[in-house]
């Protein structure tokens, strides 16, 4: 059975908490289906901007919203043992309730850079461990597990604990091949990194069908979850300024920090290393507003975001459906982003849903 079409929308956590959970009212009155949380690493910080934690900020929002699904993407084992994770789990879980809660499990390169974890590392057997001891965990099963990069031992629920029951849906994040069919292998769901594409969504849709290929599930049941630049306005000039700054941003951080990793995401949009080196040194020596200045409208469109007016984010949300992507994550970013969640929900989520 194919997953319901969702619209929602990927909160960075580096912004004070009182704004984080305005964005959450927001999203929930305006008819959006799903927060993500984004766990912000060292790199923020560099660029005048605090992290915060996502754990923290998801028990919050589940308290304080009663429709809004509340999503981690994602959360890196390497921050948290897979048994903290499941911990931590059981809090937003408790809060928000039956249906209301997605886990997104990804090692995060960023963090492994600042953290100093080296090549000795496995990631993605990091995040395959982790998704199982979570998930056996989350559904009162006993773990005895002995793996390459994590160790658990956890008793099997009792039937009187008073906690709640039923499964948590667990989401991969990937950007990989090997990664990208581990999703189709184990997990309910692919997380896809910011700058996605259509043509990136194609690509990794191939990949996830491959994984569920090899364990016998159906690739269509997996749902893809794609992080979509994003901004709108009225005006298509105003619409596309904010993709147009976190553009700059994320092409930074595939220079500094993803580097290799990022080079299919790369390929696909039709970006080359020539053209977004300048936007990273920019964004090193100036910040983020520097770096939103070299973003000239032949590299923002290549990054495909969902920008501009509504009949714009209209037509570019029903490109990445036909691509195969499920669940839409906005990266919206710019000015009075409350008012882009209402103009979002009262222009364009009718739409994409009829």
């Known amino acids: 059975m194919s997953p319901p079409f969702r619209v929602g929308v990927m909160q960075l956590t580096m912004e004070p908490v009182a704004e984080i959970l305005a964005h959450a009212g927001a999203m929930e009155e305006h008819g959006f289906d799903t927060i993500w949380l984004a766990e912000a690493y060292p790199w923020w910080r560099k660029h005048s901007m605090e992290a915060r934690s996502l754990t923290a900020l998801s028990a919050l929002i589940a308290h304080e919203t009663e429709r809004l699904s509340i999503g981690w993407g994602i959360i890196s084992p390497y921050t948290r043992h897979p048994v903290q994770i499941a911990m931590e789990a059981r809090v937003t879980q408790e809060l928000?309730?039956?249906?209301?809660?997605?886990?997104?499990?990804?090692?995060?390169?960023i963090f492994m850079k600042h953290a100093g974890i080296g090549d000795d590392a496995r990631p993605r057997t990091a995040v395959v461990e982790a998704l199982q001891i979570v998930r056996q965990i989350l559904d009162g099963d006993e773990v005895e597990f002995e793996g390459k990069e994590f160790s658990a031992h956890v008793p099997a629920l009792r039937d009187d604990a008073e906690t709640p029951r039923g499964s948590v849906p667990l989401y991969v994040a990937g950007t990989l091949p090997r990664i990208q069919r581990s999703a189709g292998e184990h997990a309910d769901g692919l997380l896809t990194p910011s700058i996605t594409t259509p043509a990136f969504v194609r690509y990794a849709r191939e990949r996830l069908a491959e994984g569920a290929a090899k364990s016998g599930r159906d690739p269509d049941a997996i749902d893809i979850g794609c992080t979509i630049v994003a901004s709108i306005d009225e005006d298509r000039e105003r619409g596309r300024d904010g993709a147009r700054e976190?553009?700059?941003?994320?092409?930074?951080?595939?220079?500094?920090?993803?580097?290799?990793?990022?080079?299919?995401?790369?390929d696909l949009a039709g970006l080359s290393p020539e053209e977004i080196r300048p936007i990273a040194e920019a964004m090193e020596q100036g910040g983020r507003l520097a770096a939103k200045e070299l973003v000239t409208d032949e590299i923002l469109d290549k990054c495909k975001p969902i920008a501009g007016t509504p009949e714009d984010c209209i037509a570019a949300i029903e490109e990445y459906r036909a691509a195969g992507c499920t669940h839409v994550m906005l990266e919206l970013w710019g000015e009075n982003r409350l008012s882009q969640l209402e103009l979002f929900g009262r222009k364009v989520l009718g739409h994409v849903r009829s």
């Open 96 to 109: 928000a309730g039956p249906g209301r809660f997605l886990l997104g499990l990804g090692v995060s390169k």
């Open 246 to 266: 976190i553009a700059g941003m994320y092409l930074a951080n595939k220079v500094q920090n993803i580097q290799a990793s990022a080079d299919t995401l790369l």
